[in-house]
């Protein structure tokens, strides 16, 4: 990570409330980055932990927002919505807000229903671990991740533009654009249901009888099909249900293509599975392949946003990203990568 | 890896047939140790390939074979039979054969017909990779792998123990005893399910709207859950296709969990949901934070090894595995480890 973040955004105050895992992680790289930056969190000892880890951690979530530009905000999904009243009611109207969670269609019309989205910009930066708390925080967790930010038309879209901006400098972001409910519809695929499948096979492991065998023979499929049936129970729980339908919905989908594999097993179809594991394999190697074309776009400073915002939405429903977003006079110019299709 | 293998087994001649991606490992490990080694492949590039990288592999199976003390067999699964009942009539009945296949019962039972149960003893390596064939084999790839062997009573018992013995002084492995049928119970759901629900979920990935969106969200479940969905479509077609009955008798008990964890989703049951992921996460502790007690036995060097394979077998079921295997006069002393249950 370059440390010419610090120039363009050096005067700004941030604070992060809510420094768990993703939060910290936040709050490290800000501070790491030269920024004026406090961090927050309901647990004492949390709080103990970032002042050792030289980072200002006030007594009251008040103080550690009050004057900032910017708020992320973190902490576990359902208190999410009410972090975001209790942090608005805090900060001036032209402080920047945006949040870390897993799903963003219940934060967003939570900031909706709070008369805020001009300057709530709803985000999830793509990167966890199986560990959790700041204790597991650091300042490389969120570096060079995708991170995506939800723009809107009207006043919000200064705030999407200028935390772009902001991301990219200081975490190396590849910044995808995309509406709340494309990202919880993408994110139910990407992540939730993977937690599904891997919770459903360490369940029936460990219930199994010949659970001891299995793990003796456990390589490579078994541990990584596994892994995040290792995260904290709760953590999980909360990201399923705060995406409920969706993931339901996507995991119908999964379910059905395992129906296919297990019905051409079962009538020793070899043609069948193997014509199923090429149309598997095809992901595979779209997700390893990647290559990206660059797509820049300038769009007029002031306005509606509109053509902007779709523009926006079209790249990231695409799999687009931004690596940078700078305002001149007049003028906004995004740079933007677009994969290539073959 | 330490060479003191090379002092045991010096002066014994091996043959690999069917030198892929783990055929040709084994065949580069044993080369790399010093031994009389040679390989043969059907392909004439693989032979050629073999040749490059400085062992003997001659054109005829027969030729590669003969006058050899051990052979081992890889290829695609379906071939091992005949690849089997080939090699025998081409070795002397003091040749060891075993293979490296991914499941044991159909090669196990085609020895039997071939009345090869004396001196066939089935294995399987537990370690693999994306990438396939001779050109993806490696030295290394399986240093320290769990090693499945099949031992049974009477004569085979003689083979069990020298191969034992032979695949932890030249590949370190732990070498885990079972039954064919356990073998294959056990490896269905530590290696074919996995395959299974990581082909749904890369192909449902693949028909999805927004697959692109879903590639450019992809961190690390999906990444870790797809894995093996791009290996040969038709090498995890043969080997779930190898162990049918087995594979789907698994799969129900996982999708079972799944429709668990669907359910407690759908109905919003946040506790149902935490209590199955507390499951599921107790197995990946199992997993990781595993150690272990040694737990050495003897047995007479002769008789009909009843009570010795017995013993063996439940070393295997219970997630045990052998690091040493030596016949003294009148007795052989085995090496053994047991999983410590807390």
Redesign the interface.
């Known amino acids: 990570m370059t440390d010419r973040g610090t120039k363009r955004y050096a005067g700004i105050r941030a604070a992060v409330v809510g420094t768990g895992l993703i939060g910290g992680s936040v709050l490290l790289r800000l501070a790491e980055s030269g920024l004026d930056v406090a961090g927050w969190d309901p647990d004492l000892a949390t709080r103990e932990q970032a002042r050792a880890r030289g980072v200002a951690a006030p007594d009251t979530l008040e103080q550690a927002v009050a004057d900032r530009d910017v708020v992320f905000l973190g902490g576990p999904l359902p208190t999410l919505p009410r972090t975001l009243a209790r942090v608005a009611a805090a900060t001036a109207p032209g402080c920047v807000l945006t949040d870390v969670g897993s799903t963003k269609v219940e934060v967003a019309e939570a900031a909706d229903r709070l008369g805020l989205t001009d300057r709530f910009v709803p985000g999830h930066p793509?990167?966890?671990a199986?560990s959790a708390g700041l204790a597991a925080a650091s300042t490389t967790l969120l570096a060079g991740?995708?991170w995506?930010l939800c723009p809107a038309p009207g006043a919000a879209t200064a705030g999407f533009r200028w935390l772009t901006g902001l991301l990219v400098e200081l975490f190396d972001a590849r910044v995808?654009p995309?509406s709340a409910p494309?990202?919880d519809?993408?994110?139910a695929?990407?992540?939730h249901?993977?937690?599904?499948?891997?919770?459903?096979?360490?369940?029936?492991?460990?219930?199994?009888p010949?659970?001891?065998?299995?793990?003796?023979?456990?390589?490579?499929?078994?541990?990584?099909?596994?892994?995040?049936?290792?995260?904290p129970?709760?953590r999980?729980?909360?990201m399923?249900?705060g995406n409920?339908a969706r993931?339901?919905h996507?995991?119908a989908?999964?379910?059905?293509?395992?129906d296919?594999?297990?019905a051409a097993?079962?009538a020793?179809d070899?043609a069948a599975?193997?014509?199923?594991?090429?149309?598997?394999?095809?992901?595979?190697?779209?997700?390893?392949d990647?290559r990206y074309a660059e797509r820049d776009r300038e769009f007029p400073a002031e306005g509606d946003h509109a053509a902007e915002v779709t523009w926006l939405r079209e790249l990231?429903?695409?799999?687009?990203?931004l690596t940078g977003c700078r305002v001149d006079t007049g003028s906004v110019a995004y740079t933007a990568w677009l994969?290539v299709t073959d």
Do not use: I, K
Not at 273 to 288: F, I, N, Q
């Open positions: 793509m990167a966890g199986e991740a995708a995506v995808v995309m494309a990202h519809s993408a994110a695929l990407a992540s249901v993977p937690h599904l499948l891997a919770g459903a096979l360490a369940g029936a492991a460990q219930r199994a010949l659970r001891d065998a299995v793990l003796a023979l456990a390589a490579g499929s078994f541990r990584d099909g596994t892994r995040v049936a290792g995260t129970a709760e999980t729980a909360n399923l249900l409920r993931v339901l996507e995991l989908d999964v379910t059905e293509f395992l296919g594999l297990a097993l079962r020793g070899a599975l193997t014509a199923r594991y090429a149309e598997a394999a095809a992901v595979r190697s779209a997700l390893l990647r990231g429903d695409a799999g687009g990203h994969p």
